[in-house]
């Protein structure tokens, strides 16, 4: 059997990453989302096991202990990871495995899978991506500024990425990344 692949998807949080990989996933059917684990609190209609695996400070530290975690970073006071056997029992059964995850955890990726591809998702312009975020309405004002502080971080990281692609049309973003994703 063919051996399946790893990319990772990066970029700012309110740049699009998560629609554009449910809509790759929904577009390919021997493509898979990792489902991170993380230590934050469940919002509104999320279920463990499909959105996240919610778990708290002491059993992620056990994933941590037991490498139980492909990657691992610290984001805004919560942890978020990627498990390992899941992922790994995947691509061996030749699924192509997207994990949507920040830049540490995708250098983290990057250094234990050299093959992986690593795409990063990047806005139109950072007044783009402010008004994306505050269209959700879902963070304060000091939580969008601390956002925009990283994404400025995060842009800076691109360079170490195989693929940026810029999300200012949502179809074209998801065909630049199906493209990227089937030559690799």
């Given at each position: 059997?063919k051996?399946?692949?790893?990319v990772?998807?990066?970029g700012?949080?309110?740049?699009g990453?998560?629609?554009i990989?449910?809509?790759i996933?929904?577009r390919?059917?021997?493509?898979?989302?990792?489902?991170?684990?993380?230590?934050r609190?469940?919002?509104g209609?999320?279920?463990d096991?499909r959105?996240?695996?919610?778990?708290?400070d002491?059993?992620?530290?056990e994933?941590?202990?037991?490498?139980?975690?492909?990657e691992?970073?610290e984001?805004?006071?919560?942890?978020?990871?990627t498990?390992?056997?899941?992922v790994?029992e995947?691509v061996?059964?030749?699924?192509?495995?997207?994990?949507?995850?920040?830049?540490?955890g995708?250098?983290?990726?990057?250094?234990?899978?050299a093959?992986?591809?690593?795409v990063f998702?990047?806005p139109p312009s950072?007044?783009?991506?402010r008004r994306r975020l505050t269209?959700?309405?879902t963070e304060?004002?000091?939580?969008i500024?601390?956002?925009?502080?990283?994404?400025e971080?995060?842009?800076?990281q691109?360079?170490?990425?195989d693929?940026?692609?810029?999300?200012?049309s949502l179809?074209?973003a998801?065909?630049e990344?199906i493209k990227?994703?089937?030559t690799s």
């Amino acid at each position: 059997m063919k051996r399946g692949k790893l990319v990772v998807i990066s970029g700012p949080s309110g740049v699009g990453k998560g629609t554009i990989c449910k809509k790759i996933v929904a577009r390919c059917p021997d493509v898979a989302l990792s489902v991170s684990v993380t230590t934050r609190a469940k919002r509104g209609r999320e279920v463990d096991g499909r959105h996240y695996f919610f778990r708290t400070d002491e059993q992620f530290d056990e994933l941590i202990a037991n490498d139980g975690l492909l990657e691992w970073a610290e984001y805004n006071g919560r942890r978020y990871g990627t498990p390992r056997r899941e992922v790994e029992e995947a691509v061996s059964a030749g699924k192509t495995v997207i994990l949507e995850i920040e830049v540490e955890g995708g250098m983290q990726v990057k250094e234990k899978f050299a093959d992986t591809l690593m795409v990063f998702i990047a806005p139109p312009s950072i007044s783009e991506l402010r008004r994306r975020l505050t269209a959700r309405g879902t963070e304060t004002p000091e939580q969008i500024h601390r956002r925009l502080k990283r994404a400025e971080y995060e842009m800076l990281q691109r360079e170490y990425y195989d693929k940026v692609v810029i999300n200012g049309s949502l179809n074209r973003a998801v065909d630049e990344v199906i493209k990227a994703i089937s030559t690799s």
